[in-house]
């Protein structure tokens, strides 16, 4: 069965820097796009990225644009966001889910807690 | 990347219809039949219950259905039961190749 798996979040300093990882199993990870989707406590989603299957186009929301990075590693079926420069804006808990070849997600982790406070 | 419009809150009694609204614009909603609409209870993931406008993934009862008209797209629940009480959230791609989230409906079975 698909099963993500979140790791990497925890309290961090604003301006500082944090790793988030995804590890997935259970399906091809190299046909499908992966999505990174926040939601700060008691808000809305709000989709951060995604890179496609290729790993080659990556597309960003306008908040963490310049400031987080998606990658993945085929290899070892992981996709991570490299998130540097947060602010207090970017608490929340962050969601991993695998793209369905058109748009939207079909299966998502558990999500991870970043909490940037000084 | 404006966030497409919800309305805050719906709500029915049990066995009736309810109908959520998503309003975007041409460079969302309205220019790909590409809505998504996802169940969120307290606590837990989102679950993808519409995909490509009107499609239900396997496992997701047909008492849900989408449906889409220029730049706004619905979601119906018929037969609302108890456990139909969660926040929905519907999502679009959009003309930049990313995504946006709607934001987010609650939903109170009465």
């Known amino acids: 069965q698909v099963q993500l798996v979140e790791s990497g979040g925890g309290v961090v300093q604003p301006g500082r820097s944090l790793r988030l990882s995804c590890a997935a199993s259970g399906f091809t990870f190299s046909t499908y796009g992966m999505h990174w989707v926040r939601q700060a406590p008691g808000k809305g989603l709000e989709w951060v990225s995604v890179v496609w299957s290729d790993g080659i186009h990556k597309y960003y929301a306008d908040s963490v644009k310049g400031r987080f990075t998606i990658s993945r590693d085929n290899s070892k079926n992981t996709v991570n966001l490299q998130m540097n420069s947060l602010r207090g804006e970017d608490t929340a808990v962050y969601y991993c889910a695998r793209g369905l070849p058109t748009a939207g997600s079909d299966y998502w982790g558990q999500g991870t807690l970043v909490t940037v406070s000084s | 990347q404006s966030a497409l419009t919800q309305p805050a809150s719906v709500s029915g009694s049990p066995g009736q219809s309810i109908t959520i609204s998503c309003t975007g614009t041409r460079s969302d909603v309205g220019g790909y039949n590409y809505v998504s609409w996802y169940q969120q209870h307290p606590g837990k993931a989102p679950k993808l219950m519409i995909y490509?406008?009107?499609n239900r993934p396997s496992g997701v009862s047909n008492r849900f259905s989408g449906s889409k008209s220029g730049n706004t797209a619905s979601l119906t629940i018929s037969g609302l039961q108890a456990e139909d009480e969660a926040d929905y959230y519907c999502s679009s791609y959009t003309s930049s190749s990313t995504s946006v989230f709607g934001t987010g409906t609650k939903v109170t079975v009465l």
């Open positions: 490509d406008v009107s």
